[in-house]
């Protein structure tokens, strides 16, 4: 579930799409079979923060700068075209104004152009990486990237944790504000989801959607459909959400320490949820923690399989990764596997021809990327990537029986061999 404003391709934007099912438009898995191995070549980047694809054999890295930030200067971010094999730059984009430091994010709209928000900047650029337009947005704050709607217009927020955030609409073509922005009815730290031409935003205390009405010009909230998931639970924040078409999932306790890890980084002495919240009935939701151990927390969303009806969430403090099978007709939950001392917290890779789910496993010396069956959750295949920091960013599929790795200072294809 891409969405109509998307490009045609496998991958035209974070987490596949904007439902974020973080499965492939087309093409299929991996078809990992005995024997066969996983590869990795990788490469030395600033700080990477996505890969999406555009027209076959097209591949685009998102990066941006840091250092600046920690002296009190505007950052940058970058566009490059990769070569698709061998990840050597094959066009870059001149350094894009910034501002204030956090991950943005990319896509490839269905005009073929690409977009990115980072920073408090909007950028379009066409396929060569050459800079089109350029929009500074509202509000002084990093925005953390944007949702593409069916109408083709882009959706952007700023991240605020203390003060309410506000929805900025783009027109894609002439790059100007499409409305005046609308403000949300409480700060939001996770990303923002969108299944047609309606916006779900994952407050600091509740869950919400606008609907865009094209006679009015703006997003209308619908009022009819809201859930404060934290209640009384002590918990934090939650984070980005998953739409299968019938419930959005999530999961809180997103505040944390990360570093160069999250194993460890928890900050409320609670244990994470898994959240659902039916899309028709927000009063139908229910909330079960993830590993029940104190301190448990993340910074990204789970993966609902859809056509297994298998949920996968995760504590990242912990380290701890757990799949259940949903019941439709009872909304009930049954535990499926559970693997313990295992360091997920990237967003993932689900390809459902096959049923498998790329994920990575953060340990001592380093990361691994794992690609596990998800019914399962046995494990198929596994390749360290050479990075010292556990991911905690956006992979995509490839073109081949392959995938691309963001971790924070490095890019990796994986591939079967």
Not at 111 to 127: K, P, Q
Request: charge should be neutral; glycine fraction near 10%; charged fraction near 20%.
């Amino acid at each position: 579930m891409k969405g109509d404003g998307y490009f045609d391709s496998p991958w035209p934007a974070e987490d596949g799409g904007a439902a974020r099912s973080q499965a492939p438009c087309s093409g299929t898995g991996l078809a990992l079979k005995p024997g066969e191995k996983l590869a990795c070549i990788t490469r030395n980047t600033m700080l990477s923060t996505m890969t999406v694809l555009g027209h076959p054999g097209d591949v685009f890295l998102l990066t941006h700068s840091a250092l600046r930030s920690h002296l009190g200067m505007p950052t940058t971010s970058c566009v490059e075209r990769i070569d698709p094999l061998t990840l050597r730059i094959m066009a870059s984009s001149p350094r894009l104004p910034g501002g204030p430091m956090w991950p943005g994010g990319m896509a490839v709209h269905r005009n073929g152009d690409l977009y990115v928000v980072y920073g408090r900047f909007a950028h379009r650029l066409n396929s060569d990486c050459d800079l089109l337009a350029s929009l500074k947005l509202p509000v002084n704050e990093a925005y953390n990237s944007f949702v593409v709607l069916d109408n083709g217009l882009i959706v952007t927020k700023n991240l605020s944790e203390s003060t309410p955030a506000r929805l900025s609409v783009i027109d894609p073509e002439s790059m100007a504000l499409k409305s005046v922005d609308t403000e949300c009815p409480e700060p939001s730290i996770a990303r923002l989801s969108a299944l047609g031409n309606t916006v779900y935003v994952v407050g600091v205390r509740s869950i919400f959607r606008y609907h865009w009405n094209d006679a009015l010009r703006r997003l209308v909230q619908d009022t009819d459909w809201r859930f404060a998931y934290l209640g009384a639970s002590g918990n934090s924040f939650g984070w980005d959400v998953v739409l299968d078409g019938e419930n959005a999932w999530f999961m809180d306790n997103g505040k944390h320490r990360y570093l160069y890890t999250m194993r460890g980084a928890g900050v409320r002495r609670s244990a994470n949820r898994l959240i659902r919240v039916s899309l028709t009935d927000s009063t139908d939701h229910f909330a079960v923690n993830v590993s029940g151990l104190v301190g448990g927390c993340i910074t990204n969303p789970p993966v609902f399989d859809v056509q297994r009806q298998i949920v996968v969430g995760y504590d990242s403090a912990n380290a701890v990764l757990q799949a259940w099978r949903f019941d439709r007709a009872t909304s009930a939950l049954e535990p499926l596997w559970t693997k313990s001392d295992f360091g997920a917290a990237s967003h993932m890779i689900l390809y459902p021809d096959t049923g498998e789910l790329v994920v990575n496993d953060y340990r001592r010396f380093g990361e691994e990327v794992v690609v596990l069956q998800i019914e399962t959750g046995v494990e198929l295949g596994r390749v360290r990537t050479g990075g010292m920091t556990q991911g905690v960013v956006f992979p995509s599929v490839g073109w081949a029986r392959d995938f691309y790795w963001s971790s924070m200072g490095r890019v990796a294809r994986i591939f079967v061999q």
